[in-house]
């Protein structure tokens, strides 16, 4: 379906087209409608068109090999996306959905030769957005840093767990012996020595056997909670570092690229400096 030549006028890419060459880019290019929450494309597809988003939003995303979404950024209106499967025949490398209804005008690998031939200059407006990608990409890689395991559990906390939590705490620690051992020594003492007071709980002491009893069972299922609790938390915590250890391989294969990128440049560099010291000594 050709596309109305108004609608070039107000994308920046085509904005430098003169009457007519908006008339032959229009007559080329297709137009495409996406509903809210539809895929353009997955990751990995071949690809062999760009987009550029007349009206409506499209989300592009990755996923990391953690599974955790990654959001590279929303195109909008006059935006372009997916230039770089189509120049190098490579597969997607994102994710493309439409965040709400969205029109889209799509141009192939024809049509963009066809307009690079006509405005050479729009060559740099496809390479401007590329470059904001890869800005965009590049911060998000500064910016994303493993997650906090205390800040990952204690979102999920419910009031319930943090009374156990404190409970199981204060068990474990020795105020609570000290307390427990005064308690009970007043407790025998007030009901075997002859003090004045009457004994409400003779040897062999059942009431104080029974409330032992209950106290037992209820710090078992408070330290029971928490150890729960602990648990989960062990389980992100090997969540994080595995996540950590993907991150780190993943930064070290990024390095050796661009040291053996930078050995290139360098090699290429040395070979033009050879060729020009070679071409001035035999001059």
């Given amino acids: 379906m050709a596309c109305d030549p ?3 006028t107000e994308i920046k890419m085509f904005a430098s087209l003169d ?36 009206s409506g939003e499209i989300e592009l995303f990755i996923r990391d090999n953690a599974g955790q979404k990654i959001v590279l950024t929303v195109a909008e209106s006059g935006d372009t996306f997916g230039e770089l499967a189509m120049l190098d ?14 029109e889209l005008i799509v141009l ?26 890869t800005r965009k990409a590049d911060e998000l890689l500064r910016t994303r840093v493993s997650r906090n395991v205390n800040e990952e559990i204690a979102e999920h906390v419910t009031p319930v767990q943090k009374v156990a939590d404190g409970i199981a705490w204060f068990s474990g620690s020795m105020p609570f012996l000290m307390i427990n051992g005064a308690w009970f020594i007043v407790w025998i003492v007030i009901n075997t020595l002859p003090l004045g007071i009457p004994a ?52 070290v ?24 010291l070679r071409n001035g000594h035999v001059s």
């Fill in 200 to 251: 409400f709980d003779p040897y062999p002491f059942g009431l104080l056997t029974m409330i032992v009893s209950l106290e037992a069972i209820f710090l078992s299922c408070f330290v029971l909670i928490s150890q729960n609790r602990q648990s989960e938390k062990d389980r992100v915590r090997s969540d994080i570092e595995y996540e950590v250890n993907i991150k780190a391989e993943l930064e």
């Fill in 253 to 276: 294969a990024h390095l050796h690229e661009k040291t053996d990128r930078i050995y290139e440049n360098m090699m290429q560099e040395f070979a033009s400096i050879r060729k020009e």
């Fill in 108 to 133: 192939d690998r024809h049509d963009l030769i066809l307009l690079f031939q006509r405005r050479p200059e729009a060559a740099l407006h496809m390479l401007a957005a590329m470059g904001g990608m």
């Fill in 19 to 54: 009457e007519d060459d908006r008339q032959a880019l229009a007559e080329v290019v297709d137009k495409l409608k996406l509903d809210a929450g539809h895929t353009l494309f997955q990751a990995g597809d071949p690809g062999e068109s760009l987009y550029v988003v007349e």
């Fill in 89 to 102: 025949s490579g597969p997607r490398t994102a994710t493309a959905a439409a965040l709400s209804d969205s």
């Fill in 6 to 8: 108004n609608l070039l």
